[in-house]
């Protein structure tokens, strides 16, 4: 080949590898310009129905797929047809699939189930099944699966087992919190105060409190899932639980990759349930509750600064809470979101807020639902949001819709947004 063949070859695979460089460098710019561009959008995975449906929790599988499951029945704790149902959105098709089966006890409702994608790529269910229709006699079930990524029907499980916890120094902790209000005149907890006609109320529940966290068996049953576990950098898994029988957060602790568990000491408080947690940079884990305590109603947090071992009492946020569950996550940028119900009463306003500052403050904030009563029987709600980011950084969030008036009907909700979306206004 001459000097002047070999330079037109040259110069032929230099303009292709401009060309091809430019391409890329035109679809990079492409799809950051979009990345900047506020994303908002909303769809229901099956249409409205009569059948108690709540309670969702959703992953993205590593194929860009993703899973939403839920509890289905006639109604909560006190309904033995309640199952677990679950639906996958296929990335190829963006459809949503047919609701399918994920577990049954039979003749007992099963409620409260959690999807997580650990880092080793294993999907986790976790549910409890509740055995005497009271919530303070769940029993905690999980199920784990390698071979998931199917098109439709529900994952092959590889192995299903039940999580026992013995609350680590539960009637020490729990006197050591809430046993001075026994005997005090004015009480302060949890940043408010219970005095005058309040006192009384919480001299009683106190009692209550100190007496059943000595009872073994009452102690060791009743607590059960609702948010997202996460990963420590050590490998810990931490599953947050509450109980309904205490108002206490817990969490069930895993550093050998779910073979076994163990319990950390309680979140003792007035009301902290259904913990939501999430990591600092500094190693401090926080912990967002809703408030099932007495008003005013707020949202309540929690630290860790041992790895989820031991948790301060739960103390009011200025965040207002209805008594809902709230979750939130951190992004891949650093900055956190936080979804809940952003009232002292009632379900009729969802919001998404975002902080720049790991908590501290949240300074934007968005409502992905929000209804102005206008006389209808009984108003829509929108509650238990369960929020992740997917690979491409686009936030998704499901959560429960029930319509207003008397019929009442039921479906899951998903939106996918950016961050973006939450700034614009």
Request: aromatic share 12%; proline share 5%.
């Amino acid at each position: 080949m001459d000097l002047t063949t070999r330079l037109r070859k040259f110069n032929k695979n230099l303009i292709l590898v401009i060309c091809v460089t430019l391409l890329f460098v035109s679809q990079m710019s492409l799809q950051a310009q979009e990345a900047d561009e506020p994303l908002f959008e909303k769809e229901m995975l099956f249409p409205v129905e009569h059948w108690h449906n709540h309670s969702s929790s959703i992953v993205e599988l590593p194929n860009g797929d993703l899973l939403v499951a839920w509890f289905h029945g006639s109604g909560e704790r006190n309904a033995d047809d309640t199952v677990i149902l679950g639906a996958r959105w296929s990335k190829q098709s963006q459809v949503w699939s047919e609701p399918f089966l994920l577990a049954d006890t039979p003749f007992f409702p099963d409620t409260n189930c959690v999807l997580y994608i650990d880092s080793q790529e294993r999907l986790w269910l976790f549910w409890p099944t509740i055995l005497a229709n009271r919530w303070e006699t769940a029993l905690m079930h999980y199920r784990l699966s390698t071979d998931y990524q199917q098109s439709e029907g529900p994952p092959t499980w590889d192995w299903s087992d039940n999580i026992f916890l013995i609350p680590k120094n539960i009637a020490s902790r729990t006197i050591e919190v809430i046993g001075p209000d026994v005997d005090s005149e004015e009480l302060v907890q949890g940043g408010r105060s219970y005095g005058g006609g309040r006192a009384p109320q919480i001299k009683v529940r106190a009692r209550r409190l100190i007496t059943l966290a000595q009872d073994k068996y009452f102690s060791r049953v009743g607590w059960f899932t609702r948010n997202h576990p996460i990963e420590l950098p050590s490998g810990r898994m931490i599953v947050p639980m509450y109980s309904d029988g205490y108002s206490f957060g817990i969490m069930a602790l895993s550093d050998d990759g779910g073979k076994t568990w163990f319990s950390s000491e309680p979140i003792v408080g007035y009301g902290g349930i259904q913990p939501s947690v999430v990591r600092r940079d500094d190693g401090t884990l926080v912990a967002y509750m809703r408030d099932n305590g007495p008003a005013p109603k707020r949202m309540q947090i929690s630290y860790s600064r041992d790895d989820g071992i031991s948790w301060t009492a739960a103390a009011d946020t200025e965040l207002p809470n209805p008594g809902s569950s709230c979750e939130a996550i951190r992004l891949k940028d650093g900055n956190w979101v936080l979804v809940y119900n952003d009232t002292e009463s009632g379900r009729s306003s969802l919001a998404i807020a975002l902080s720049e500052d790991e908590g501290h403050s949240w300074e934007y904030l968005r409502h992905l639902e929000r209804y102005e009563a206008i006389g209808e029987e009984r108003e829509p709600s929108f509650s238990y949001p369960s929020v992740i980011q997917a690979r491409d950084g686009s936030i998704h969030v499901t959560y429960s819709y029930f319509t207003g008036g008397s019929l009442r009907e039921k479906t899951i909700r998903h939106v996918r947004l950016n961050s973006e979306w939450i700034k614009e206004h």
